[in-house]
């Protein structure tokens, strides 16, 4: 009773593990290929996000810097107002903050 079987030689067997070995390969290729591909597109989204960050924050800090400059403005007329309609008020705060200061600092 002998069986017939279908004996893989390990000629066989050997080109069939060089072929899978080499299809491994490819794919490990395009898996590389594949996830360099993705990795500059994140990189490349992410520039492209904090570099738009930065122009909102650059017009925002702007923005800020024109309304302060424009409250100092403000501020700068309102007390040259104030000094030409009361010069001698003026003149006592301004001695009165002299002599005040000098005390402070003169006190070592």
């Given at each position: 009773m002998a069986q017939?079987?279908?004996?893989?030689t390990p000629e066989r067997d050997i080109e069939q593990l060089s072929e899978q070995?080499?299809?491994l390969?490819?794919?490990?290729?395009?898996?590389?290929?594949?996830?360099?591909?993705?990795?500059?597109?994140?990189?490349?989204?992410?520039?492209g996000q904090a570099r738009r960050k930065a122009s909102e924050l650059r017009a925002a800090g702007e923005r800020q810097i024109?309304?302060?400059?424009?409250?100092?403005?403000e501020l700068g007329h309102q007390a040259a107002d104030a000094v030409r309609q009361q010069p001698a008020a003026a003149v006592g705060l301004a001695v009165g903050v002299g002599f005040l200061l000098g005390f402070m600092?003169?006190?070592k």
């Open positions: 017939a079987k279908t004996a893989a070995i080499a299809a390969k490819q794919d490990m290729a395009e898996i590389s290929h594949t996830l360099g591909e993705l990795g500059r597109s994140s990189r490349d989204a992410a520039a024109d309304a302060a400059q424009h409250r100092a403005e600092t003169g006190r």
